[in-house]
């Protein structure tokens, strides 16, 4: 079958740097996103890799491995508007996208 | 706001009821989705259509019930819901239209809405 692991809960500083870990086993793989969805509010667009390596969008990266079935996102200097539950999902070889679970990011002041 | 709106953001509704979800995309997409979400659960893909054709049904009971119209709006027409069918509704689109594979799948970025909190008693 196909899975998608993501931690289920992080706990993290205000001002801190926090890796959120994505690992999948997935019938091929055409692309992976990352999504922040805040309580009661729409999943919002992060990121989205496809090729091996480091993408960084301001406070926030993207790392992926295919080789590993592995990705990251990293968020750096933290703010309480952080927290959120981040999603991790990933495209397979019928371009159907495949979804975690999702990592609730809790920041503490 | 991503350009996608949904109606109502709260519904509570018996077991024997009737009751639509509206979704309105503002982006000029060609694909729309319904999904589910339960808690601490991924998000469950419902209905896909793309240029107001349903592409993708993932056996989903026939007491859910989509329709199209136009490629702006998409509804889920819900009848004699059990309990368990609460959760939230969300509703997505994205760019793909006819280059949707026959899964119904594509590379594009979806955008979804705020999603109906919905609660069957």
């Known amino acids: 079958g196909q899975n998608i692991d993501q931690p289920t809960e992080m706990t993290a500083t205000e001002g801190a740097i926090v890796q959120i870990n994505c690992t999948y086993q997935t019938s091929g793989f055409n692309g992976l996103f990352w999504y922040q969805q805040h309580a009661g509010e729409a999943p919002t667009f992060l990121s989205y890799?496809?090729l091996d390596g480091l993408e960084e969008k301001g406070r926030f990266s993207s790392f992926l491995s295919r080789s590993k079935g592995y990705s990251y996102l990293l968020l750096k200097e933290l703010q309480m508007k952080d927290s959120a539950s981040y999603l991790c999902a990933v495209i397979d070889s019928n371009y159907q996208l495949i979804w975690g679970a999702g990592t609730k990011l809790i920041i503490k002041p | 706001e991503t350009g996608v709106t949904q109606t109502p953001r709260h519904l509570v509704m018996g077991m024997t009821n009737k009751k639509s979800l509206k979704c309105e995309q503002h982006?000029?997409?060609?694909?729309m989705y319904w999904y589910k979400q339960s808690a601490k659960k991924p998000l469950e893909l419902m209905f896909v259509?793309?240029?107001?054709?349903?592409?993708e049904n993932n056996s989903v009971p026939s007491r859910f019930s989509p329709e199209c119209p136009n490629s702006s709006h998409l509804f889920l027409h819900l009848h004699t819901l059990q309990p368990e069918d609460s959760a939230l509704y969300l509703c997505?689109?994205?760019?793909?239209?006819?280059?949707?594979?026959?899964?119904?799948?594509?590379?594009?970025?979806?955008?979804f809405g705020p999603g109906t909190r919905l609660t069957v008693l």
């Open positions: 997505a689109s994205s760019q793909a239209g006819s280059s949707l594979a026959g899964s119904g799948g594509s590379t594009d970025t979806q955008y």
């Open positions: 982006l000029g997409h060609n694909a």
């Open positions: 890799n496809v």
């Open positions: 259509y793309s240029l107001e054709e349903r592409v």
